[in-house]
Antibody
Framework: QVQLVESGGGVVQPGGSLRLSCAAS????????MHWVRQAPGKGLEWLTV????????KYADSVKGRFTISKDSSENTLYVHMGSLRVDDTAVYYC??????????????WGQGTLVTVSS | EIVLTQSPATLSLSPGERATLSCRAS??????LAWYQQKPGQAPRFLIY???NRATGTPARFSGSGSGTDFTLSISSLEPEDFAIYYC??????????FGGGTKVEI
């Protein structure tokens, strides 16, 4: 079954860090660019970061640049995002999403169920 | 940043009626526009890309049109499962991808 399953969300204090995981099944992460997108409670969608299929190229939204790092483990077929210097406004459901193509096309054709990150003291 | 403005914010319709959703871009995004559907408590679902290309599994009652700055998602005859929030998204200015604020289609 082709799917993405996120984990690692939870409650963290401002300034803290957290690592989210996204386990892929039914396809290889080496065949697609992969993204993280978030949605604050009751709000719209915000693209955060992308990693190329070969893992070499990574790009970030200005809102998370220097604080978040995307990576993947091809042997485990798992995508990660390490989030540091967390702020209250980083509170959101975080989704991993597959790109439509191997070379990032920035269309998201498969989404995980999301994992909630709450930044609060 | 390219701002996408969706209208109306809420569309109240009945099953069987036609829905017309609008997405306006603050700058020309050519044909680099997609639509997603999201139901409460669920992840977004990919519907349409490149303005008018239906994603795998998207029913034929969904269609997209437009170019440049003005785009439309049409649902020809609403089914009960179509009541949801719909988001447009541009990838013209990658990686500065942006989404619209959403249109809620309610019964």
């Amino acid at each position: 079954q082709v799917q993405l399953v996120e984990s690692g969300g939870g409650v963290v204090q401002p300034g803290g860090s957290l690592r989210l995981s996204c386990a892929a099944s039914g396809f290889s992460l080496s065949a697609y660019a992969m993204h993280w997108v978030r949605q604050a409670p009751g709000k719209g969608l915000e693209w955060l970061t992308v990693i190329a299929a070969d893992g070499r190229d990574k790009k970030y939204a200005d809102s998370v640049k220097g604080r978040f790092t995307i990576s993947k483990d091809s042997s485990e077929n798992t995508l990660y995002v390490h989030m540091g210097s967390l702020r209250v406004d980083d509170t959101a459901v975080y989704y991993c999403a597959r790109d439509l193509r191997r070379i990032a096309d920035y269309y998201f054709d498969l989404w995980g169920q999301g994992t909630l990150v709450t930044v609060s003291s | 940043e390219i701002v996408l403005t969706q209208s109306p914010a809420t569309l109240s319709l009945s099953p069987g009626e036609r829905a017309t959703l609008s997405c306006r871009a603050s700058q020309n995004v050519a044909s680099y526009l997609a639509w997603y559907q999201q139901k409460p408590g669920q992840a977004p679902r990919f519907l349409i890309y490149g303005v008018s290309n239906r994603a795998t599994g998207t029913p034929a009652r969904f269609s997209g049109s437009g170019s440049g700055t003005d785009f439309t998602l049409s649902i020809s005859s609403l089914e009960p499962e179509d009541f949801a929030i719909y988001y447009c998204q541009q990838r013209s200015d990658w990686p500065r991808v942006t989404f619209g604020g959403g249109t809620k289609v309610e019964i």
